[in-house]
T-cell receptor
Framework: AQSVSQHNHHVILSEAASLELGCNYS??????LFWYVQYPGQHLQLLLKYFSGDPLVKGIKGFEAEFIKSKFSFNLRKPSVQWSDTAEYFCAVNAHDMRFGAGTRLTVKP | NAGVTQTPKFRVLKTGQSMTLLCAQD?????MYWYRQDPGMGLRLIHYSVGEGTTAKGEVPDGYNVSRLKKQNFLLGLESAAPSQTSVYFC????????????FGPGTRLTVT
């Protein structure tokens, strides 16, 4: 069965700092990859997704993620974070069913 | 267009009590899902449904039952609640042609004492 690992449990950054959140998955076949965001008190929202094609995927709010097949990774990036990016971020992989990582809590200090 | 809604938003149960969580979607989606979210464990799939009248087990189905009598509703039942079922429960739905793009409800926070 596929599994998803998110390496960082809690990341604290100052505004304007660059962000990279790691995500690795274990599954040898074709996968669909996602990043979801959960703002405080809100439900999960889709940030971006990768199905096929260009491995560099751009999402909402300036986020992007790169699929590196050889590394089984799908890291999330943002060049300059804002206080409003404070949230929990979940990587997810869908092969047979959807599996989520444990989440990374991002705190952005103003 | 309300999207995915869940009732109730909060509930406290005593061990052994039963309850049903209701999920409703107005997007005419074929697929519906129930997840639980626990600290440090992300979301785990409990049960899912690919259409009216059909359900299937996910990653952590034990202690839960589900029913999909109408396309727009997906019910999650706890017959005899246990403290280990204290969690936040999320419902999601997706369309048949974009099955992997799931839309989530606001969640139900359940505490079992």
């Amino acid at each position: 069965a596929q599994s998803v690992s998110q390496h960082n449990h809690h990341v604290i950054l100052s505004e304007a700092a660059s962000l990279e959140l790691g995500c690795n998955y274990s599954y040898g076949g074709t996968v669909n990859l996602f990043w979801y965001v959960q703002y405080p008190g809100q439900h999960l929202q889709l940030l971006l997704k990768y199905f096929s094609g260009d491995p560099l995927v751009k999402g909402i709010k300036g986020f992007e993620a790169e699929f590196i097949k050889s590394k089984f990774s799908f890291n999330l990036r943002k060049p300059s974070v804002q206080w409003s990016d404070t949230a929990e971020y979940f990587c997810a992989v869908n092969a047979h069913d959807m599996r989520f990582g444990a989440g990374t809590r991002l705190t952005v200090k103003p | 267009n309300a999207g995915v809604t869940q009732t109730p938003k909060f509930r406290v149960l005593k061990t052994g009590q039963s309850m049903t969580l209701l999920c409703a979607q107005d997007m005419n989606h074929e697929y519906m899902y129930w997840y639980r979210q626990d600290p440090g464990m992300g979301l785990r799939l409990i049960h899912y449904s690919v259409g009216e009248g059909t359900t299937a087990k996910g990653e952590v189905p034990d202690g839960y039952n589900v029913s999909r009598l109408k396309k727009q509703n997906f019910l999650l039942g706890l017959e005899s609640a246990a403290p280990s079922q204290t969690s936040v429960y999320f419902c999601a739905s997706s369309s048949i042609d974009r099955a992997y793009e799931q839309y989530f409800g606001p969640g139900t926070r359940l505490t079992v004492t």
